[in-house]
């Protein structure tokens, strides 16, 4: 591709100038989504800017959700930013396959373990009890877009920790093993944890979605939840029709 040069205007940024030249290139479908961006040095000699211009360019395009950016990996357009209706209990396999994309998911952790303090103050179990932990790393496309960390009561799944989720992902085989007739959520921004971040191939100040969601069979805890997802990949939404006064 031949060098371009970034416009001069002098009421314009140079690193406004990139942004306007990348997003030209991202709405013409020259780079179509999961196109892999030039690297900055490239970018640097294409444009004839200094590599902070093009940094500051990226990074507020990837606060923009219109670039992901994976440490050690490189820059990539964007899919359009997802969607998803945080008052439903989803198995997050069935919101990608929804959207005609694919799914796939690596277990990081699978163990009986001591529930830690507050693990079991929220499962309403004593301190100690021993339940089963679960970590696993959804992706979309092959880029990773859920983190969930569970702890799982055994007294209500007591096969959790043998099934091989290979083939079903945890929220799905707690659907079929234990239906659930309460669910709680909390939403929240957060930093991503160091593990998070290293899962998600972001920044340790690139910003997340936290949803903390606790189900219950009847008036017990099956299980406690933290799913994390990149800011700029993903956002919820609620939609309630108003009725009468109750």
Same mark, same amino acid.
């Given at each position: 591709?031949?060098?371009?040069?970034?416009?001069?205007?002098?009421?314009?940024?140079?690193?406004? =100038?990139?942004?306007?030249?990348?997003? =030209?290139?991202?709405?013409?479908?020259?780079?179509?989504?999961?196109?892999?961006?030039?690297?900055?040095?490239?970018?640097?000699?294409?444009?004839?800017? =200094?590599?902070?211009?093009?940094?500051?360019?990226?990074?507020?395009?990837?606060?923009?959700?219109?670039?992901?950016?994976?440490?050690?990996?490189?820059?990539?357009?964007?899919?359009?930013?997802?969607?998803?209706?945080?008052?439903?209990?989803?198995?997050?396999?069935?919101?990608?396959?929804?959207?005609?994309?694919?799914?796939?998911?690596?277990?990081?952790?699978?163990?009986?373990?001591? #529930?830690?303090?507050?693990?079991?103050? #929220?499962?309403?179990?004593?301190?100690?009890?021993?339940?089963?932990?679960?970590?696993?790393?959804?992706?979309?496309?092959?880029?990773?877009?859920?983190?969930?960390?569970? +702890?799982?009561?055994?007294?209500?799944?007591?096969?959790?920790?043998?099934?091989?989720?290979?083939?079903?992902?945890?929220?799905?085989?707690?659907?079929? #093993?234990?239906?659930?007739?309460?669910?709680?959520?909390?939403?929240?921004?957060?930093?991503?944890?160091?593990?998070?971040?290293?899962?998600?191939?972001?920044?340790?100040?690139?910003?997340?979605?936290?949803?903390?969601?606790?189900?219950?069979?009847?008036?017990?805890?099956?299980?406690?939840?933290?799913?994390? +997802?990149?800011?700029?990949?993903?956002?919820?939404?609620?939609?309630?029709?108003?009725?009468?006064?109750?």
């Amino acid at each position: 591709m031949p060098r371009q040069k970034a416009p001069t205007a002098t009421d314009e940024p140079r690193y406004l =100038s990139v942004k306007r030249m990348i997003t =030209s290139r991202i709405f013409s479908g020259d780079w179509p989504p999961h196109h892999k961006i030039p690297s900055e040095n490239e970018l640097v000699m294409e444009f004839q800017v =200094s590599r902070m211009t093009v940094n500051r360019a990226l990074r507020e395009l990837t606060m923009e959700g219109m670039v992901v950016r994976m440490q050690g990996i490189g820059s990539f357009v964007a899919e359009p930013k997802l969607t998803s209706t945080v008052l439903e209990v989803q198995n997050i396999a069935d919101e990608i396959l929804a959207r005609g994309a694919m799914h796939s998911m690596q277990l990081m952790l699978l163990k009986s373990e001591a #529930a830690p303090a507050a693990i079991a103050t #929220a499962m309403r179990l004593p301190k100690g009890t021993k339940i089963f932990h679960s970590i696993a790393v959804h992706y979309e496309n092959g880029v990773p877009l859920q983190v969930e960390d569970r +702890f799982v009561n055994p007294e209500m799944v007591p096969d959790y920790g043998a099934q091989d989720f290979s083939t079903i992902t945890p929220s799905r085989y707690l659907n079929i #093993a234990v239906p659930w007739t309460l669910a709680e959520h909390e939403v929240e921004a957060i930093l991503p944890g160091r593990d998070d971040a290293k899962w998600l191939g972001i920044g340790p100040a690139d910003p997340c979605l936290q949803i903390s969601r606790r189900t219950f069979a009847g008036s017990r805890v099956v299980t406690t939840v933290r799913l994390v +997802f990149p800011g700029s990949r993903y956002r919820i939404e609620s939609r309630q029709a108003l009725g009468g006064a109750k």
